[in-house]
């Protein structure tokens, strides 16, 4: 028996897609339209607190037990553990370059945001790349049915209900119907509904805004 890591595949996508689009945007904005600019700087703030609420439930329930029950495997889960704090250290830099940048939407600000955007990008695809091909194979052997589903439950707590509503909707974005079913299925029942009712048009919203 494995545990099935495949819904972690699925909010991968939607991290590589918006780290892609971030750059895209950001470069976009015209000097001193500063309006524009707060519109994705909200949007990038949205998904810094995804990225790191994932890698801290990964930090908390994913790695250590890995680490405690594998061998000739510690490299893979020490890897993972170096990535997370780069990870980390590129977006203490963009908490600097992003609201340098909202302030005036200047051109400089502009480019040095958007260099931090294509280093933050690297670093994240090199990990995820990483994280699927050994890390989630190694999950799926060693970690039990309950724990894997404690660690799902752990993803979708702490986040306020409309931040967490707007984060679901990006990762059903690209999702296919069994994607969308097997995501929808590991919800709260709760937020489910919610998600039908209140999520689908918050989400069509906030993108409509964001990429314009
Ligand atoms: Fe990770």
Same mark, same amino acid.
């Given at each position: 028996?494995?545990?099935?890591?495949? *819904?972690?595949?699925?909010?991968?996508?939607?991290?590589?897609? +918006?780290?892609?689009?971030?750059?895209? @945007?950001? =470069?976009? #904005?015209?000097?001193?339209? !500063?309006?524009? /600019? +707060?519109?994705? =700087?909200?949007?990038?703030? @949205?998904?810094?607190?995804?990225?790191?609420?994932? %890698? +801290?439930? %990964? *930090?908390?329930?994913?790695?250590?037990?890995?680490?405690? $029950?594998?061998?000739?495997?510690?490299?893979?889960?020490?890897?993972?553990? &170096? %990535?997370? $704090?780069?990870?980390?250290? !590129?977006?203490?830099?963009?908490?600097?370059?992003?609201?340098?940048?909202? =302030?005036?939407?200047?051109?400089?600000? $502009? *480019?040095?945001?958007? &260099?931090?955007?294509? *280093?933050?990008?690297?670093? @994240?695809?090199?990990?995820?790349?990483?994280?699927?091909?050994?890390?989630?194979?190694?999950? &799926?052997?060693?970690?039990?049915?309950?724990?894997?589903?404690?660690?799902?439950?752990?993803? #979708?707590?702490?986040?306020?209900?409309?931040?967490? @509503? !707007?984060?679901?909707?990006?990762?059903?974005?690209? /999702?296919?119907?069994?994607?969308?079913? &097997?995501?929808?299925?590991?919800?709260?029942?709760?937020?489910?509904?919610?998600?039908?009712?209140?999520?689908?048009?918050?989400?069509?919203?906030?993108?409509?805004?964001?990429?314009?």
């Amino acid at each position: 028996m494995s545990v099935n890591t495949q *819904d972690t595949e699925i909010v991968h996508r939607a991290f590589r897609r +918006e780290s892609r689009l971030l750059v895209e @945007l950001v =470069a976009a #904005v015209a000097p001193g339209d !500063t309006a524009r /600019a +707060e519109v994705i =700087a909200g949007h990038f703030r @949205l998904y810094r607190l995804g990225l790191r609420h994932h %890698q +801290e439930v %990964q *930090d908390e329930l994913l790695l250590p037990p890995l680490l405690s $029950r594998v061998d000739l495997d510690a490299d893979i889960v020490l890897r993972a553990e &170096a %990535q997370h $704090r780069r990870l980390a250290a !590129t977006l203490t830099r963009l908490d600097a370059a992003v609201p340098a940048w909202e =302030a005036t939407a200047g051109a400089d600000e $502009r *480019d040095t945001l958007v &260099a931090a955007l294509a *280093d933050h990008r690297a670093v @994240l695809l090199e990990h995820l790349g990483d994280e699927e091909a050994a890390l989630l194979p190694l999950a &799926a052997r060693h970690l039990t049915e309950r724990e894997w589903a404690l660690l799902r439950g752990r993803l #979708v707590t702490g986040i306020p209900a409309p931040t967490l @509503l !707007t984060l679901c909707g990006a990762v059903l974005e690209e /999702a296919d119907p069994a994607e969308r079913a &097997a995501v929808l299925g590991g919800l709260p029942a709760p937020v489910r509904v919610a998600w039908h009712v209140l999520g689908r048009p918050r989400y069509a919203r906030h993108i409509r805004r964001v990429r314009g």
